[in-house]
Nanobody
């Protein structure tokens, strides 16, 4: 079983930046497909970004393209989400996820972190 621990959330003004980290541990092989999801107040959880560990290929939700960047550090078993030009509508709990699947145009995951709060003030 893999464990995912997020960090880096907080309060930031609109237009600012934050970087989230997700450290993976507890399994001898690496999940090939990892990513980030978020759940805003009164909203359903939604996909944000994903990365293939082996190739480094990435995918993003339309709402964050050009503002967010997902990356990985193989030596640290860690993925990151660099969030720039943040907007109040980015306010949410952000979840790191592993073992992503992509079915019928939707992303989902089998393993989840505990979440980290990101709040963007206007």
């Amino acid at each position: 079983q893999v464990q995912l621990v997020e960090s880096g959330g907080g309060l930031v003004q609109a237009g600012g930046s934050l970087r989230l980290s997700c450290a993976a541990s507890g399994r001898t092989f690496r999940s090939d497909f990892m990513g980030w999801f978020r759940q805003g107040p009164g909203k359903e959880r939604e996909f944000v970004a994903a990365i293939r560990w082996g190739t480094g290929s990435t995918a993003y939700a339309d709402s964050v393209k050009g503002r967010f960047t997902i990356s990985r550090d193989s030596a640290k078993n860690t993925i990151y989400l660099q969030m720039d030009s943040l907007k109040p509508e980015d306010t949410a709990v952000y979840y790191c996820a592993a073992d992503l699947v992509y079915n019928s145009g939707e992303y989902d995951a089998r393993t989840w972190g505990q979440g980290t709060q990101v709040t963007v003030s206007s």
